[in-house]
């Protein structure tokens, strides 16, 4: 049963600490994204990747935020500085494309609390 | 641009009652239109999708939605509710191209007994 799995599933850290996020996609999957949900701005994209490399990050601050795929099964969210306003829960998603519109299969997502 | 609109932030009902959630699309290409749930403490699932063909389509749990052009709206309907049912529900629209999808900003459904 292919599944996307992301690691930690919680992280609890203080502001100003580095925050490293890990997404594993499902294996022959091309293309990543990572997701942000929060109560009151509900599901944001931050970025997206095809074949490695990114394709859209404009939804990410870049100031402090950083989006990588080192090698085709290993996607990475760094939050550096972190603050109290990154606390969300953070979704990856998987698929495959250009075959045709598929679905975006999405792991269980790690939820960040910055304190 | 691309945007979903999902009136409906929450949605009572009793178990065994109908139900439909409201939601429409704006876009000024052809598009595909999903609708995911996502389970407490859970990531989204698809739920179903709208591609091409038929205008109605359907999920393994009995739930339909229909796709209306005229209308730009893809509302989710079951005719009979459970308990299990009780997620959120998120509509989503992507372009032909599929670069990536845009969210509604979902539909808390609450079955009660």
């Known amino acids: 049963d292919a599944r996307v799995t992301q690691t930690p599933r919680h992280k609890v850290t203080e502001m100003g600490q580095e925050v490293t996020m890990r997404c594993q996609p499902i294996?022959?999957?091309?293309?990543v994204f990572w997701y942000r949900q929060t109560m009151m701005q509900g599901l944001e994209l931050l970025a997206y990747?095809?074949?490695?490399?990114?394709?859209?990050d404009s939804g990410m601050p870049k100031d402090r935020f950083s989006a990588e795929m080192p090698d085709a099964t290993l996607a990475t969210l760094k939050i550096q500085p972190s603050e109290p306003r990154d606390s969300a829960v953070y979704f990856c998603?998987?698929?495959?494309?250009?075959?045709?519109?598929?679905?975006?299969?999405f792991g269980p997502g790690t939820r960040l609390t910055v304190l | 641009a691309q945007s979903v609109t999902q009136l409906d932030s929450q949605v009572p009902v009793f178990e065994e009652a109908p139900v439909e959630l409201r939601c429409n699309y704006s876009?000024?290409?052809?598009?595909?239109l999903f609708w995911y749930v996502q389970y407490p403490n859970q990531g989204l699932q698809l739920l179903l999708k709208?591609?091409?063909?038929?205008?109605l389509v359907e999920s393994i749990n009995g739930f339909e939605a229909e796709f209306n052009k005229s209308q730009t709206s893809f509302h989710l309907r079951k005719p009979s509710v459970h308990i299990s049912d009780t997620a959120e529900y998120f509509c989503?629209?992507?372009?032909?191209?599929?670069?990536?999808?845009?969210f509604g900003t979902g539909t808390r459904l609450l079955v009660s007994p």
């Open positions: 876009s000024s290409v052809s598009v595909y």
């Open positions: 294996l022959g999957h091309n293309t």
């Open positions: 990747f095809r074949n490695r490399a990114p394709l859209d």
């Open positions: 998603a998987s698929g495959l494309v250009p075959l045709g519109p598929d679905t975006q299969y």
């Open positions: 989503a629209v992507s372009d032909a191209g599929f670069q990536k999808l845009v």
């Open positions: 709208y591609l091409s063909g038929s205008t």
